[in-house]
């Protein structure tokens, strides 16, 4: 097994993966060493089912390797050979999918609020306040999610995924369901929320434009195989 | 007209029910989520009580819980008097054939759940026992209102495990439907007809009910 130093480029480790992944008839095999030396925002690029989003659920947890580990901040969340599998709330990563997957029973607030994790009830919903203030989605904390747009609705996605402070930020291709404009305006947002923050991100995207604008470095990926040499900087 | 048959079957059938409800949803979500060994035969016996005639599910149900059986012996020496023939036996006889109603109909409820909320939540923190309480039964809520009020209507309709485990006692176990028969036996068409038209209608509620909450939707 290929052992992971992590460390390269210099700077500390963020994310390494060496693990291959079967999912039905297909096979992806990551190999992905990136440090806080490669910029906040990392994006996986290449054609659609090469394995991006299915990488990005590894690193959650969401999937289990057939082979490998997955390291988050120089510890072990995952291990095929010592059976080790931290289990997804606990790798403190926060997750933006391409469909917000807001909980449609409950209020914009308790969506947020439902995703800090710690404090008194209102302690939450204060910490939800202001991670919706933060995006610019103040305004829409009492609002049920079916009433939103879609760019609301991402904004609110985001703010969610940031309420959990997380270590790690996963975005799955955030912004390909919105109009241009509203992309537009996230794609600044987003950009300011990690760096500001921040806060390492993972990013999979299929627009080039959007890639160019928001990623300090990227990977590329080939159909079933994220990763190798990862060049510093080097979008 | 004595209003004792309908109060008590009311009665048993309201503590059935939530009892029912409380085995059904759990037993529906082990049976959703759940990957264990003897799964199949877990759910086949759940199911059980919707094909096996009343009166033999009331059969088994003397056998596991009659004063001869350990369980019949536990309850005595615990409460102080048997099980068969009592209020509570009848209402075993009523949750158990409830139950069925509940976790099916739960359990469809919850498996209809888009798991990818169940994704979005676990990245959110939570861990399983709050995924379940804040996301997917709070998604499968429809379903379940309309399982539970199918248990409930099953419940209150109950007569062959009923008369088996609690007896037929005027004044003490006698539920409404055993009271329709003994109407009828009586030739008090008047008596049973009364009763059987308010338990048509309580079941047509149920079913208008139970219509409302199938419709797709959150």
Redesign the interface.
């Known amino acids: 097994m290929t052992v992971l130093s992590g460390c390269g480029t210099g700077g500390r480790a963020v994310v390494e993966v060496d693990a291959s992944l079967h999912v039905g008839e297909f096979t992806v095999i990551v190999d992905l060493a990136l440090t806080d030396a490669h910029g906040p925002v990392t994006a996986l690029v290449g054609p659609s089912g090469s394995g991006k989003s299915l990488t990005l659920a590894l690193i ?3 999937l289990r390797p057939r082979r490998g580990q997955v390291l988050l901040h120089g510890r072990p969340v995952c291990d095929v050979t010592t059976g080790l599998h931290v ?3 606990d790798r ?4 933006v ?1 391409q ?1 917000a ?1 807001l ?4 209020s914009v607030l308790d969506n947020v609020a ?2 800090v ?1 710690t404090g008194r009830t209102a302690e939450r919903r204060d910490r939800a306040r202001h991670e919706l203030d933060r995006v610019g989605a103040g305004g829409l904390a009492s609002a049920a999610p079916r009433t939103l747009s879609g760019g609301e609705r991402q904004r609110v996605a985001l703010a ?2 940031l ?2 402070d997380p270590g790690l930020l ?1 975005l799955d291709e955030p912004l390909s369901a919105l109009d241009r404009q509203t992309r537009l305006r996230l794609r600044a947002l987003l950009r300011d929320v990690v760096t500001t923050g921040s806060i390492p991100t993972l990013l999979v995207s299929h627009d080039p434009d959007e890639v160019r604008e928001l990623a300090d470095t990227t990977v590329p990926v080939e159909p079933g195989r994220v990763g190798g040499d990862v060049p510093r900087g080097g979008s | 007209m004595d209003w004792f048959p309908l109060l008590l079957s009311l009665r048993v059938a309201s503590i059935a029910t939530v009892l029912a409800a409380v085995l059904g949803v759990g037993g529906a979500y082990l049976l959703a989520k759940g990957r264990f060994w003897g799964r199949g035969l877990l759910e086949a016996l759940a199911s059980l009580p919707i094909v096996l005639p009343p009166t033999v599910l009331g059969y088994y149900l003397l056998v596991v819980l009659g004063t001869r059986s350990p369980l019949g012996r536990l309850w005595e020496d615990v409460v102080g008097s048997p099980l068969v023939f009592t209020v509570a036996g009848a209402v075993v006889a009523a949750t158990i054939s409830a139950l069925p109603f509940c976790l099916r109909t739960a359990r469809a409820a919850i498996e209809s759940v888009d798991p990818r909320f169940e994704v979005a939540a676990r990245t959110m923190g939570l861990p399983e026992w709050r995924v379940a309480l804040h996301v997917t039964l709070p998604l499968a809520r429809r379903g379940i209102i309309a399982g539970v009020a199918l248990g409930f209507a099953r419940a209150l309709g109950d007569f062959g495990a009923t008369v088996m485990v609690a007896g037929n006692i005027p004044g003490r176990t006698q539920t409404m439907p055993i009271a329709i028969y003994d109407a009828v036996q009586q030739g008090d068409d008047l008596r049973a007809g009364t009763m059987a038209a308010i338990l048509s209608v309580v079941a047509i509620g149920v079913l208008l009910l139970v219509n409302r909450f199938s419709r797709a939707g959150v």
């Open positions: 959650a947890g969401l289990p997804t709330q403190h990563v926060g997750m999918f469909d997957l909980l449609p029973h409950r439902l995703a994790r969610r995924a309420a959990g996963l």
